[in-house]
């Protein structure tokens, strides 16, 4: 919702100011400025990037829309989700979670912290480091390790679209620049016309510098910032659950190991330590 408010701000602002200083907006309808700008800058997306990059673009700038949906009940849920397996490992042995990992969306345990279970990326890295428990083939120097590794390479493969946003957003004041140049050309032809019709083609030719700039910054731009930010939210999500699989993993008891994890949640969305305690207690016998 605010990437939505923020671009019609950006719009309603410049154009708003626009009509104030007695601009007419018919002026900035130049389709042909847009098919000129926006169809290069595409095409130059497509050269530069293998397809498989290209399929991610479109599901990134619909997240950055719809927000990461990461907030202090997210938080909740891992923390209670990781103290229910933790309690009944501590009590049952590694078996107690067997059937729980066999299918994580028909366990009881695991539905009852939805917010942790829905996000899928999240419950294989969770559920594949919970194997390695059941299987006696980890101990805590290799499950860093093997976390860090993992958290990396998703934190790249993330960071990909909002890159190509990124230089698709720089492309914009250069193209933009192509296309006034365009115009001045098509200008420099009608020199010998009546001054309305040389005015005319000299604004045609700037709007396509004003398209290319404000597409940068303020809108592609400001985008894939966003799309950076739903990535970092995302990523801290996995840093919570390596910091209390690597700690219990140690031998440190549930309550430590939670707070372990705790201490990696932003400050913003952090439990206190009396919300931990809560938390433990709703998660103990699940």
Excluded: W
């Amino acid at each position: 919702m605010g990437v939505i408010i923020g671009l019609l701000g950006v719009t309603g602002s410049v154009l708003g100011g626009f009509v104030m200083a007695g601009g007419p907006i018919p002026v900035l309808i130049q389709p042909n400025e847009f098919i000129v700008i926006g169809g290069a800058a595409i095409f130059a997306t497509v050269i530069a990037n293998p397809g498989i990059v290209l399929k991610s673009i479109m599901p990134a700038i619909v997240s950055a829309i719809k927000g990461s949906g990461v907030d202090k009940a997210t938080y909740n849920d891992i923390l209670g989700l990781m103290a229910s397996i933790f309690d009944t490992m501590r009590k049952e042995g590694v078996l107690g979670i067997e059937a729980d990992l066999a299918d994580p969306h028909k366990s009881p345990r695991f539905n009852k912290y939805p917010k942790a279970l829905h996000d899928h990326h999240l419950m294989e890295t969770f559920t594949g480091a919970l194997r390695l428990f059941v299987d006696g083939v980890v101990n805590a120097f290799d499950l860093e390790r093997l976390l860090d590794t993992e958290i990396e390479t998703h934190h790249e493969e993330a960071l990909i679209p909002p890159g190509v946003v990124n230089k698709l957003a720089d492309s914009f004041p250069g193209l933009g620049i192509v296309a006034a140049v365009l115009g001045i050309i098509i200008t420099m032809q009608h020199l010998d016309g009546p001054p309305t019709e040389i005015g005319h083609h000299v604004g045609a030719a700037l709007v396509g510098t004003m398209i290319g700039i404000l597409f940068c910054y303020g809108y592609i731009g400001p985008i894939a910032s966003k799309i950076e930010s739903v990535v970092r939210d995302q990523t801290g999500l996995y840093k919570c659950i390596k910091a209390g699989l690597v700690s219990f993993a140690g031998g440190a008891p549930p309550q430590v190991a939670l707070e372990f994890a705790r201490k990696t949640i932003p400050s913003a969305l952090r439990p206190t330590a009396e919300e931990l305690e809560e938390i433990l207690k709703g998660a103990k016998g699940k």
